[in-house]
Protein backbone atom coordinates (compact mmCIF):
# COMPACT_ATOMS: atom_id res chain seq x y z
CA UNK A 1 0.00 0.00 0.00
CA UNK A 2 2.95 2.36 -0.17
CA UNK A 3 3.80 5.21 -2.41
CA UNK A 4 2.28 7.45 -5.13
CA UNK A 5 3.09 10.28 -7.87
CA UNK A 6 0.84 12.93 -9.78
CA UNK A 7 -0.17 16.30 -9.84
CA UNK A 8 -0.63 18.70 -12.34
CA UNK A 9 0.53 22.53 -13.03
CA UNK A 10 -0.61 23.45 -9.17
CA UNK A 11 2.53 21.61 -7.67
CA UNK A 12 4.98 23.36 -9.58
CA UNK A 13 3.76 26.71 -8.00
CA UNK A 14 4.18 24.63 -4.65
CA UNK A 15 8.25 23.66 -5.37
CA UNK A 16 8.47 27.60 -5.42
CA UNK A 17 8.42 27.90 -1.40
CA UNK A 18 8.98 25.05 1.02
CA UNK A 19 5.78 24.66 2.37
CA UNK A 20 4.77 25.56 6.04
CA UNK A 21 5.25 22.45 8.30
CA UNK A 22 7.91 20.53 6.83
CA UNK A 23 10.95 22.21 8.55
CA UNK A 24 13.79 19.82 9.02
CA UNK A 25 14.59 19.69 12.81
CA UNK A 26 17.78 19.68 14.29
CA UNK A 27 19.72 15.73 14.20
CA UNK A 28 21.75 14.06 16.26
CA UNK A 29 26.07 14.13 14.87
CA UNK A 30 26.59 11.44 12.86
CA UNK A 31 29.61 10.93 14.76
CA UNK A 32 31.51 7.49 16.26
CA UNK A 33 30.08 7.14 19.67
CA UNK A 34 32.64 5.21 21.95
CA UNK A 35 31.99 1.52 22.19
CA UNK A 36 29.13 -0.16 23.38
CA UNK A 37 29.14 -0.40 26.98
CA UNK A 38 30.36 -3.96 29.03
CA UNK A 39 26.72 -4.63 30.46
CA UNK A 40 27.33 -5.11 34.42
CA UNK A 41 24.49 -3.80 35.63
CA UNK A 42 20.60 -3.68 33.40
CA UNK A 43 21.99 -1.44 30.84
CA UNK A 44 21.09 -2.68 27.56
CA UNK A 45 24.27 -2.91 24.79
CA UNK A 46 23.86 -0.24 21.71
CA UNK A 47 25.42 -0.43 18.61
CA UNK A 48 28.32 2.69 18.54
CA UNK A 49 27.10 3.58 15.03
CA UNK A 50 23.71 4.13 16.10
CA UNK A 51 23.99 8.08 16.42
CA UNK A 52 24.58 7.95 12.87
CA UNK A 53 21.97 5.48 11.92
CA UNK A 54 19.51 8.23 13.20
CA UNK A 55 20.44 10.82 11.45
CA UNK A 56 19.35 9.02 8.45
CA UNK A 57 15.87 9.71 9.45
CA UNK A 58 16.25 13.55 10.82
CA UNK A 59 13.24 14.62 13.09
CA UNK A 60 10.98 16.82 10.55
CA UNK A 61 8.02 18.75 11.51
CA UNK A 62 4.56 17.44 9.74
CA UNK A 63 1.77 19.82 9.96
CA UNK A 64 -0.79 20.76 8.13
CA UNK A 65 -3.14 24.16 7.20
CA UNK A 66 -5.60 24.63 10.15
CA UNK A 67 -8.16 26.47 7.94
CA UNK A 68 -9.25 23.38 6.52
CA UNK A 69 -10.92 22.52 9.92
CA UNK A 70 -13.34 23.90 11.82
CA UNK A 71 -12.97 23.54 15.69
CA UNK A 72 -15.65 20.97 15.79
CA UNK A 73 -13.69 19.39 13.41
CA UNK A 74 -10.63 19.67 15.03
CA UNK A 75 -12.04 18.26 18.53
CA UNK A 76 -13.00 15.29 15.99
CA UNK A 77 -9.52 15.08 15.76
CA UNK A 78 -8.40 14.81 18.83
CA UNK A 79 -10.62 11.78 19.33
CA UNK A 80 -9.26 10.12 16.74
CA UNK A 81 -5.39 10.63 17.83
CA UNK A 82 -6.48 9.11 20.89
CA UNK A 83 -7.66 6.31 19.13
CA UNK A 84 -4.73 6.01 17.01
CA UNK A 85 -2.06 5.63 19.88
CA UNK A 86 -4.29 2.67 21.54
CA UNK A 87 -3.71 1.34 17.56
CA UNK A 88 0.04 2.09 17.87
CA UNK A 89 0.22 -0.16 21.36
CA UNK A 90 -1.10 -2.55 19.26
CA UNK A 91 1.51 -2.94 16.99
CA UNK A 92 4.68 -3.04 19.23
CA UNK A 93 3.33 -6.24 20.08
CA UNK A 94 2.75 -7.52 16.50
CA UNK A 95 6.55 -6.68 15.84
CA UNK A 96 7.79 -8.31 18.76
CA UNK A 97 6.53 -9.64 22.24
CA UNK A 98 9.89 -8.82 24.15
CA UNK A 99 9.10 -4.70 22.73
CA UNK A 100 6.98 -3.56 25.51
CA UNK A 101 10.00 -4.55 28.49
CA UNK A 102 12.95 -3.32 25.99
CA UNK A 103 11.09 0.15 25.09
CA UNK A 104 11.27 0.84 28.95
CA UNK A 105 14.29 -0.35 29.97
CA UNK A 106 15.70 2.02 27.34
CA UNK A 107 13.84 4.86 28.55
CA UNK A 108 15.31 4.28 31.51
CA UNK A 109 18.76 4.58 30.86
CA UNK A 110 18.48 7.40 27.84
CA UNK A 111 19.84 9.89 30.04
CA UNK A 112 22.91 8.54 30.79
CA UNK A 113 24.80 9.03 27.60
CA UNK A 114 24.40 10.54 23.96
CA UNK A 115 24.33 6.69 22.53
CA UNK A 116 21.90 6.10 25.18
CA UNK A 117 19.73 8.38 23.52
CA UNK A 118 20.12 7.52 19.88
CA UNK A 119 19.84 4.33 20.92
CA UNK A 120 16.18 5.12 22.51
CA UNK A 121 15.40 7.51 19.73
CA UNK A 122 16.30 4.72 17.28
CA UNK A 123 14.06 1.70 18.82
CA UNK A 124 11.07 4.30 19.10
CA UNK A 125 11.88 4.90 14.67
CA UNK A 126 11.96 1.63 14.18
CA UNK A 127 9.61 0.30 16.75
CA UNK A 128 11.71 -2.22 17.64
CA UNK A 129 15.47 -2.95 18.01
CA UNK A 130 16.00 -4.30 14.67
CA UNK A 131 17.30 -1.57 12.07
CA UNK A 132 14.82 -1.26 9.39
CA UNK A 133 17.13 0.45 6.90
CA UNK A 134 19.96 -2.42 7.27
CA UNK A 135 18.60 -5.64 6.67
CA UNK A 136 16.77 -6.03 10.47
CA UNK A 137 20.13 -5.83 11.66
CA UNK A 138 20.31 -5.70 15.52
CA UNK A 139 21.46 -2.77 16.93
CA UNK A 140 20.45 -3.53 20.10
CA UNK A 141 21.61 -6.38 22.24
CA UNK A 142 21.62 -9.31 21.63
CA UNK A 143 23.59 -8.81 18.30
CA UNK A 144 24.19 -11.02 14.98
CA UNK A 145 22.54 -14.15 14.52
CA UNK A 146 21.61 -14.61 18.17
CA UNK A 147 19.20 -11.27 18.19
CA UNK A 148 18.15 -12.09 14.41
CA UNK A 149 14.32 -10.90 14.15
CA UNK A 150 11.99 -13.75 13.68
CA UNK A 151 10.24 -13.68 10.25
CA UNK A 152 7.08 -14.10 11.16
CA UNK A 153 7.60 -11.07 13.65
CA UNK A 154 4.96 -11.75 16.45
CA UNK A 155 2.51 -13.00 14.73
CA UNK A 156 4.05 -16.55 14.99
CA UNK A 157 5.62 -18.54 17.32
CA UNK A 158 9.45 -17.53 17.56
CA UNK A 159 10.33 -20.94 16.70
CA UNK A 160 7.81 -21.85 13.97
CA UNK A 161 9.70 -22.35 10.37
CA UNK A 162 7.76 -22.05 7.07
CA UNK A 163 8.13 -25.47 6.34
CA UNK A 164 6.58 -26.62 9.89
CA UNK A 165 3.62 -24.35 9.25
CA UNK A 166 3.12 -25.79 6.16
CA UNK A 167 2.86 -29.53 6.77
CA UNK A 168 1.29 -28.42 9.69
CA UNK A 169 -1.66 -26.91 7.54
CA UNK A 170 -1.77 -29.94 5.13
CA UNK A 171 -2.14 -32.35 7.61
CA UNK A 172 -4.89 -30.29 9.63
CA UNK A 173 -6.52 -28.69 6.22
CA UNK A 174 -10.09 -27.76 8.76
CA UNK A 175 -7.69 -25.16 10.41
CA UNK A 176 -6.17 -23.85 7.07
CA UNK A 177 -8.26 -20.40 6.83
CA UNK A 178 -7.93 -19.28 10.54
CA UNK A 179 -4.23 -19.86 10.58
CA UNK A 180 -3.75 -18.41 7.38
CA UNK A 181 -5.88 -15.16 8.38
CA UNK A 182 -5.30 -11.80 8.50
CA UNK A 183 -6.65 -11.32 11.37
CA UNK A 184 -5.32 -14.25 13.56
CA UNK A 185 -2.14 -14.62 15.59
CA UNK A 186 -0.82 -17.87 15.66
CA UNK A 187 0.28 -20.00 18.62
CA UNK A 188 1.08 -23.46 20.19
CA UNK A 189 -0.96 -25.09 22.38
CA UNK A 190 0.73 -28.34 22.80
CA UNK A 191 1.67 -30.08 19.65
CA UNK A 192 -0.79 -27.82 17.95
CA UNK A 193 -1.36 -24.78 16.60
CA UNK A 194 -4.49 -22.65 17.49
CA UNK A 195 -5.77 -19.20 15.78
CA UNK A 196 -6.36 -16.63 18.18
CA UNK A 197 -8.53 -13.50 16.83
CA UNK A 198 -7.23 -10.01 16.96
CA UNK A 199 -9.76 -8.92 18.59
CA UNK A 200 -9.60 -11.22 21.86
CA UNK A 201 -5.42 -11.02 21.68
CA UNK A 202 -5.85 -7.59 21.65
CA UNK A 203 -9.23 -6.66 23.29
CA UNK A 204 -7.82 -4.28 26.10
CA UNK A 205 -6.44 -1.69 23.21
CA UNK A 206 -8.87 -2.24 20.81
CA UNK A 207 -11.82 -1.15 23.65
CA UNK A 208 -9.83 1.92 24.43
CA UNK A 209 -9.77 2.84 20.33
CA UNK A 210 -13.24 1.77 20.05
CA UNK A 211 -14.50 4.14 23.03
CA UNK A 212 -12.50 7.21 21.51
CA UNK A 213 -13.94 6.54 18.02
CA UNK A 214 -17.09 6.43 19.50
CA UNK A 215 -16.55 9.56 21.29
CA UNK A 216 -15.82 10.94 17.50
CA UNK A 217 -18.62 9.94 16.02
CA UNK A 218 -20.52 11.43 18.74
CA UNK A 219 -19.13 14.77 18.06
CA UNK A 220 -18.84 14.76 14.04
CA UNK A 221 -21.06 16.33 12.23
CA UNK A 222 -20.30 14.26 8.68
CA UNK A 223 -22.69 12.10 7.95
CA UNK A 224 -20.41 9.83 6.05
CA UNK A 225 -17.63 10.11 9.16
CA UNK A 226 -20.06 8.50 11.65
CA UNK A 227 -21.15 5.86 9.28
CA UNK A 228 -17.58 5.01 8.98
CA UNK A 229 -16.61 5.52 12.85
CA UNK A 230 -19.39 3.39 13.81
CA UNK A 231 -18.84 0.32 11.19
CA UNK A 232 -15.37 1.00 12.14
CA UNK A 233 -16.06 0.44 15.88
CA UNK A 234 -17.93 -3.18 15.03
CA UNK A 235 -14.96 -4.04 13.10
CA UNK A 236 -12.51 -4.05 15.33
CA UNK A 237 -14.59 -5.80 17.99
CA UNK A 238 -15.53 -8.54 15.19
CA UNK A 239 -12.51 -8.69 12.71
CA UNK A 240 -14.87 -8.40 10.03
CA UNK A 241 -13.74 -5.44 8.06
CA UNK A 242 -16.05 -5.13 4.89
CA UNK A 243 -18.40 -3.18 5.66
CA UNK A 244 -16.39 -0.74 7.83
CA UNK A 245 -14.36 -0.87 3.84
CA UNK A 246 -17.41 0.08 1.92
CA UNK A 247 -18.19 2.57 4.76
CA UNK A 248 -14.79 4.46 4.27
CA UNK A 249 -14.81 4.20 0.45
CA UNK A 250 -17.78 6.43 0.69
CA UNK A 251 -16.13 8.90 3.40
CA UNK A 252 -16.88 12.34 1.70
CA UNK A 253 -15.47 15.17 4.25
CA UNK A 254 -12.48 17.11 5.08
CA UNK A 255 -11.43 14.47 7.71
CA UNK A 256 -9.86 11.41 5.94
CA UNK A 257 -8.86 9.09 8.01
CA UNK A 258 -8.55 4.97 7.98
CA UNK A 259 -7.75 2.60 10.66
CA UNK A 260 -7.26 -1.18 10.91
CA UNK A 261 -4.82 -4.02 10.39
CA UNK A 262 -4.09 -3.21 6.45
CA UNK A 263 -0.62 -4.02 5.18
CA UNK A 264 1.16 -7.81 5.32
CA UNK A 265 4.84 -6.67 4.84
CA UNK A 266 5.56 -7.57 8.50
CA UNK A 267 4.89 -10.92 7.92
CA UNK A 268 7.81 -11.79 6.44
CA UNK A 269 7.11 -15.12 6.90
CA UNK A 270 3.96 -15.70 4.58
CA UNK A 271 2.40 -12.15 4.19
CA UNK A 272 -0.78 -13.38 5.24
CA UNK A 273 -1.22 -11.57 8.96
CA UNK A 274 -1.97 -7.70 8.61
CA UNK A 275 -0.45 -5.00 10.62
CA UNK A 276 -2.85 -2.08 12.52
CA UNK A 277 -2.50 1.52 11.49
CA UNK A 278 -3.84 4.79 11.56
CA UNK A 279 -3.96 7.91 9.09
CA UNK A 280 -5.21 11.16 10.00
CA UNK A 281 -5.35 13.55 6.96
CA UNK A 282 -7.06 16.65 6.38
CA UNK A 283 -8.87 16.59 3.14
CA UNK A 284 -7.35 19.33 0.25
CA UNK A 285 -10.47 19.17 -1.81
CA UNK A 286 -9.43 22.02 -4.87
CA UNK A 287 -6.22 19.53 -5.79
CA UNK A 288 -8.13 16.33 -5.18
CA UNK A 289 -10.38 17.57 -7.63
CA UNK A 290 -7.98 18.07 -10.47
CA UNK A 291 -7.20 14.83 -10.25
CA UNK A 292 -10.12 12.65 -10.32
CA UNK A 293 -10.23 12.28 -14.38
CA UNK A 294 -7.77 9.66 -13.41
CA UNK A 295 -9.51 7.35 -11.74
CA UNK A 296 -12.54 7.34 -13.74
CA UNK A 297 -9.61 5.81 -16.88
CA UNK A 298 -9.15 2.86 -14.16
CA UNK A 299 -11.37 0.37 -16.77
CA UNK A 300 -9.25 1.80 -19.96
CA UNK A 301 -5.65 1.61 -18.01
CA UNK A 302 -7.01 -2.04 -17.76
CA UNK A 303 -7.87 -2.92 -20.77
CA UNK A 304 -4.41 -1.67 -22.10
CA UNK A 305 -2.65 -3.78 -20.07
CA UNK A 306 0.29 -5.33 -21.97
CA UNK A 307 -1.14 -8.95 -21.13
CA UNK A 308 -3.60 -11.16 -22.72
CA UNK A 309 -7.17 -10.63 -22.30
CA UNK A 310 -7.65 -13.66 -20.24
CA UNK A 311 -5.80 -12.51 -17.31
CA UNK A 312 -7.37 -9.16 -17.37
CA UNK A 313 -9.54 -7.98 -14.17
CA UNK A 314 -12.43 -6.22 -15.61
CA UNK A 315 -14.53 -7.51 -12.62
CA UNK A 316 -13.13 -4.74 -9.98
CA UNK A 317 -15.51 -1.85 -9.00
CA UNK A 318 -14.70 1.38 -10.96
CA UNK A 319 -15.03 3.87 -8.44
CA UNK A 320 -11.46 5.32 -7.67
CA UNK A 321 -11.76 8.34 -5.29
CA UNK A 322 -8.31 10.18 -5.34
CA UNK A 323 -7.62 12.41 -2.41
CA UNK A 324 -4.79 14.48 -2.03
CA UNK A 325 -4.28 14.87 1.75
CA UNK A 326 -2.22 16.57 4.89
CA UNK A 327 -1.08 13.74 6.86
CA UNK A 328 -1.95 15.39 10.74
CA UNK A 329 -0.78 11.93 12.61
CA UNK A 330 0.07 8.60 12.22
CA UNK A 331 0.23 5.31 14.30
CA UNK A 332 1.41 1.64 14.27
CA UNK A 333 2.40 0.63 10.76
CA UNK A 334 2.40 3.58 9.12
CA UNK A 335 5.08 5.05 11.51
CA UNK A 336 7.76 2.98 11.55
CA UNK A 337 11.68 3.45 9.58
CA UNK A 338 10.58 4.89 6.38
CA UNK A 339 7.46 6.64 6.59
CA UNK A 340 4.29 6.28 3.70
CA UNK A 341 3.78 8.84 0.91
CA UNK A 342 0.80 7.45 -0.16
CA UNK A 343 -1.80 4.23 0.12
CA UNK A 344 -4.40 2.57 -2.00
CA UNK A 345 -7.08 0.62 0.20
CA UNK A 346 -8.43 -1.68 1.03
CA UNK A 347 -6.62 -4.05 0.24
CA UNK A 348 -9.88 -6.74 0.61
CA UNK A 349 -10.32 -7.81 -3.06
CA UNK A 350 -14.33 -8.92 -2.33
CA UNK A 351 -14.27 -4.74 -1.33
CA UNK A 352 -12.45 -3.86 -4.43
CA UNK A 353 -14.26 -6.12 -7.12
CA UNK A 354 -17.67 -4.83 -5.62
CA UNK A 355 -16.24 -0.92 -5.07
CA UNK A 356 -12.75 0.04 -6.16
CA UNK A 357 -10.31 1.56 -4.01
CA UNK A 358 -9.26 4.52 -2.61
CA UNK A 359 -5.88 6.44 -3.48
CA UNK A 360 -4.75 8.41 -0.98
CA UNK A 361 -1.81 11.27 -1.15
CA UNK A 362 -0.11 12.54 1.23
CA UNK A 363 0.76 15.88 0.01
CA UNK A 364 3.17 17.24 2.87
CA UNK A 365 5.03 14.10 3.48
CA UNK A 366 5.71 13.66 0.02
CA UNK A 367 7.54 17.39 -0.78
CA UNK A 368 9.26 16.45 2.90
CA UNK A 369 10.84 13.24 1.21
CA UNK A 370 11.42 15.06 -2.21
CA UNK A 371 13.43 17.61 -0.85
CA UNK A 372 15.16 16.25 1.79
CA UNK A 373 16.33 12.87 -0.67
CA UNK A 374 14.75 12.44 -3.50
CA UNK A 375 16.25 15.63 -5.25
CA UNK A 376 19.34 15.27 -3.90
CA UNK A 377 20.11 11.59 -4.51
CA UNK A 378 19.36 12.05 -8.28
CA UNK A 379 21.59 15.04 -8.74
CA UNK A 380 24.39 12.60 -6.98
CA UNK A 381 23.03 9.75 -9.56
CA UNK A 382 22.36 10.95 -12.56
CA UNK A 383 24.34 12.27 -15.84
CA UNK A 384 24.55 15.82 -15.26
CA UNK A 385 22.70 16.14 -18.80
CA UNK A 386 20.16 14.66 -17.18
CA UNK A 387 20.06 16.40 -13.40
CA UNK A 388 18.12 19.96 -14.70
CA UNK A 389 15.27 17.40 -15.86
CA UNK A 390 14.29 15.97 -12.80
CA UNK A 391 10.87 16.67 -11.84
CA UNK A 392 8.54 16.83 -8.56
CA UNK A 393 5.63 16.81 -10.56
CA UNK A 394 7.27 13.67 -12.14
CA UNK A 395 7.80 12.30 -8.66
CA UNK A 396 4.22 13.11 -7.13
CA UNK A 397 2.82 11.91 -10.70
CA UNK A 398 4.43 8.37 -10.35
CA UNK A 399 3.27 8.04 -6.51
CA UNK A 400 -0.30 8.22 -7.97
CA UNK A 401 -0.02 6.28 -10.89
CA UNK A 402 1.55 3.91 -8.25
CA UNK A 403 -1.37 3.81 -6.06
CA UNK A 404 -3.79 3.69 -8.85
CA UNK A 405 -1.67 0.87 -10.51
CA UNK A 406 -2.38 -0.82 -7.11
CA UNK A 407 -6.03 -1.36 -8.67
CA UNK A 408 -5.61 -2.72 -11.77
CA UNK A 409 -4.34 -6.56 -12.53
CA UNK A 410 -5.24 -9.79 -11.24
CA UNK A 411 -6.24 -10.07 -7.95
CA UNK A 412 -8.53 -12.86 -7.24
CA UNK A 413 -7.64 -15.85 -9.90
CA UNK A 414 -8.13 -19.43 -10.47
CA UNK A 415 -5.86 -21.51 -8.03
CA UNK A 416 -4.43 -24.88 -8.81
CA UNK A 417 -7.70 -26.14 -7.30
CA UNK A 418 -9.87 -24.57 -9.34
CA UNK A 419 -11.35 -22.35 -6.67
CA UNK A 420 -10.96 -18.22 -6.72
CA UNK A 421 -8.11 -17.42 -4.57
CA UNK A 422 -6.17 -14.09 -3.64
CA UNK A 423 -3.16 -14.39 -5.69
CA UNK A 424 -1.41 -13.12 -2.10
CA UNK A 425 -1.97 -16.66 -0.57
CA UNK A 426 -0.43 -18.46 -3.39
CA UNK A 427 2.71 -16.01 -4.36
CA UNK A 428 3.43 -16.32 -0.19
CA UNK A 429 5.85 -14.17 1.31
CA UNK A 430 7.13 -13.25 -2.32
CA UNK A 431 3.71 -11.12 -3.06
CA UNK A 432 4.46 -8.29 -1.27
CA UNK A 433 7.73 -7.26 -3.32
CA UNK A 434 5.98 -8.57 -6.33
CA UNK A 435 3.20 -6.22 -5.63
CA UNK A 436 5.08 -3.50 -5.50
CA UNK A 437 7.26 -3.77 -8.03
CA UNK A 438 4.06 -4.05 -10.13
CA UNK A 439 2.83 -0.70 -9.05
CA UNK A 440 5.68 0.90 -9.93
CA UNK A 441 5.96 -0.31 -13.34
CA UNK A 442 2.85 -0.22 -14.43
CA UNK A 443 2.02 2.98 -13.09
CA UNK A 444 4.93 4.23 -15.79
CA UNK A 445 3.30 2.18 -18.03
CA UNK A 446 -0.15 4.24 -17.24
CA UNK A 447 1.87 7.21 -16.94
CA UNK A 448 2.25 6.98 -21.23
CA UNK A 449 -1.09 6.06 -21.53
CA UNK A 450 -2.36 9.18 -19.99
CA UNK A 451 0.19 11.48 -21.54
CA UNK A 452 -0.81 9.40 -24.68
CA UNK A 453 -4.15 10.61 -24.34
CA UNK A 454 -3.15 14.04 -23.20
CA UNK A 455 -4.69 13.79 -20.14
CA UNK A 456 -1.16 14.51 -18.18
CA UNK A 457 0.71 17.31 -19.91
CA UNK A 458 2.47 18.83 -16.97
CA UNK A 459 5.94 17.21 -17.67
CA UNK A 460 7.55 15.45 -20.64
CA UNK A 461 9.30 11.90 -21.46
CA UNK A 462 12.65 13.04 -20.71
CA UNK A 463 11.47 14.03 -17.07
CA UNK A 464 9.44 10.98 -16.22
CA UNK A 465 12.40 8.73 -16.71
CA UNK A 466 15.26 10.60 -15.32
CA UNK A 467 13.19 11.23 -12.64
CA UNK A 468 12.05 7.43 -12.33
CA UNK A 469 15.58 6.52 -13.50
CA UNK A 470 16.99 9.07 -10.53
CA UNK A 471 15.04 8.47 -7.73
CA UNK A 472 15.58 4.45 -7.65
CA UNK A 473 18.17 4.38 -4.96
CA UNK A 474 16.00 6.32 -2.86
CA UNK A 475 13.43 3.39 -1.92
CA UNK A 476 16.71 1.09 -2.49
CA UNK A 477 17.93 2.74 0.49
CA UNK A 478 14.89 1.73 2.50
CA UNK A 479 16.79 -1.99 2.72
CA UNK A 480 16.54 -4.50 0.16
CA UNK A 481 14.92 -6.52 2.32
CA UNK A 482 11.79 -4.23 2.50
CA UNK A 483 8.97 -5.00 -0.43
CA UNK A 484 9.62 -1.36 -1.81
CA UNK A 485 13.44 -1.38 -1.66
CA UNK A 486 13.81 -4.82 -3.15
CA UNK A 487 10.75 -3.88 -5.57
CA UNK A 488 13.34 -1.22 -7.36
CA UNK A 489 16.31 -3.31 -6.94
CA UNK A 490 14.21 -5.50 -9.50
CA UNK A 491 13.56 -2.44 -11.58
CA UNK A 492 17.42 -1.02 -11.74
CA UNK A 493 18.71 -4.57 -12.09
CA UNK A 494 16.57 -5.35 -14.83
CA UNK A 495 17.06 -1.88 -16.93
CA UNK A 496 20.58 -2.23 -16.76
CA UNK A 497 20.86 -5.75 -17.68
CA UNK A 498 18.85 -4.65 -20.59
CA UNK A 499 20.63 -1.55 -21.52
CA UNK A 500 17.85 1.14 -20.53
CA UNK A 501 20.22 2.49 -17.69
CA UNK A 502 23.79 2.42 -18.39
CA UNK A 503 26.96 4.47 -16.85
CA UNK A 504 28.76 7.02 -17.55
CA UNK A 505 32.33 8.88 -16.14
CA UNK A 506 32.11 9.91 -12.70
CA UNK A 507 29.73 7.03 -11.43
CA UNK A 508 26.72 8.48 -13.10
CA UNK A 509 24.47 6.96 -15.05
CA UNK A 510 21.82 7.85 -18.26
CA UNK A 511 18.92 6.68 -19.76
CA UNK A 512 18.19 5.25 -23.19
CA UNK A 513 14.57 6.60 -23.69
CA UNK A 514 13.55 4.35 -26.34
CA UNK A 515 14.66 1.39 -24.57
CA UNK A 516 12.85 2.05 -21.39
CA UNK A 517 9.57 2.51 -22.74
CA UNK A 518 10.38 -0.95 -24.08
CA UNK A 519 11.50 -2.72 -20.97
CA UNK A 520 8.62 -0.87 -18.82
CA UNK A 521 6.43 -3.02 -21.10
CA UNK A 522 8.58 -6.16 -20.95
CA UNK A 523 9.33 -5.93 -17.10
CA UNK A 524 5.44 -5.33 -16.66
CA UNK A 525 4.71 -8.46 -18.63
CA UNK A 526 6.39 -10.47 -16.18
CA UNK A 527 5.51 -9.08 -13.00
CA UNK A 528 1.73 -9.48 -14.35
CA UNK A 529 1.91 -12.65 -15.47
CA UNK A 530 3.23 -13.87 -12.18
CA UNK A 531 0.28 -12.85 -9.95
CA UNK A 532 -2.05 -13.86 -13.66
CA UNK A 533 -1.01 -17.09 -12.85
CA UNK A 534 -0.01 -17.15 -9.23
CA UNK A 535 3.23 -18.84 -9.84
CA UNK A 536 5.43 -18.90 -6.96
CA UNK A 537 8.66 -20.77 -8.44
CA UNK A 538 8.47 -17.75 -11.32
CA UNK A 539 8.16 -14.90 -8.54
CA UNK A 540 10.51 -16.10 -6.69
CA UNK A 541 13.23 -17.03 -9.71
CA UNK A 542 12.92 -13.49 -10.49
CA UNK A 543 13.52 -11.84 -6.98
CA UNK A 544 16.35 -14.55 -6.59
CA UNK A 545 18.26 -12.87 -10.11
CA UNK A 546 17.10 -9.31 -9.63
CA UNK A 547 15.84 -8.64 -6.20
CA UNK A 548 19.54 -8.13 -4.86
CA UNK A 549 21.79 -5.63 -3.80
CA UNK A 550 24.46 -5.82 -6.72
CA UNK A 551 28.00 -4.78 -6.26
CA UNK A 552 27.24 -1.88 -8.26
CA UNK A 553 24.20 -0.50 -6.23
CA UNK A 554 26.41 -1.08 -3.01
CA UNK A 555 28.49 1.27 -4.63
CA UNK A 556 26.11 3.95 -5.38
CA UNK A 557 24.43 3.70 -1.92
CA UNK A 558 28.39 4.23 -0.17
CA UNK A 559 28.22 7.83 -2.41
CA UNK A 560 25.00 8.63 -0.52
CA UNK A 561 25.53 8.08 3.01
CA UNK A 562 25.30 12.14 3.49
CA UNK A 563 21.86 12.48 2.01
CA UNK A 564 18.66 11.55 4.77
CA UNK A 565 17.56 8.24 3.79
CA UNK A 566 13.96 9.53 4.85
CA UNK A 567 12.27 11.62 7.49
CA UNK A 568 10.85 10.75 11.24
CA UNK A 569 8.04 13.02 11.47
CA UNK A 570 6.69 15.50 14.63
CA UNK A 571 3.03 16.30 14.43
CA UNK A 572 2.59 19.39 16.39
CA UNK A 573 -0.99 18.42 16.13
CA UNK A 574 -0.76 16.17 18.60
CA UNK A 575 1.36 17.77 20.91
CA UNK A 576 4.83 16.56 19.55
CA UNK A 577 8.06 18.29 19.96
Not at 51 to 59: E, H
Not at 510 to 526: C, F, G, N, S
Request: charge should be negative.
Amino acid sequence: MRKLAFLLPFLLACRTATPPGTETMSTPPATTSPAAPVVADNTLAIKPDTPARLAQLPRTVIDYDRSLLGENERQVVAKLIEASRAIDEIYWRQVAEENLVLRDRLAAQAAKSPLDRAGYDYFIANKGRWDRLDNDEPFIEPFGPAGAKPPGAAFYPPDLTKEEFEHYVAANPKQKDVLQGLFTVVRRDGAKLVAIPYSRHYAEHLEIAAARLREASALTTNASLRNYLDKLVVALQSDEYRDSDIAWMDLNGPIEVVIGPYEVYEDELFNFKAAYEAFITVVDRAESEKLAVYGQHLPQMERNLPIPDEHKNPNRGTESPIRVVQEIYTAGDARRGVQTAAFNLPNDEFVREKKGSKKVLLKNVMDAKYRQSGHPIGLRVLDPSLTKHLSFDAFFNHVLFHELSHGVGPGLITGPDGQRVDVRLLLKNTYSTIEEAKADVVGVWNILYARDRRLLTSFDETQLFATYAGLMFRSMRFGVDQAHGRGNAIQWNWMREKGAITPTSGGRYTIDIPKMKQEIRALAVELLMIEATGDLPRSQRLLDRYGVATDEITAVNATLKDIPVDITPVFPAAGER
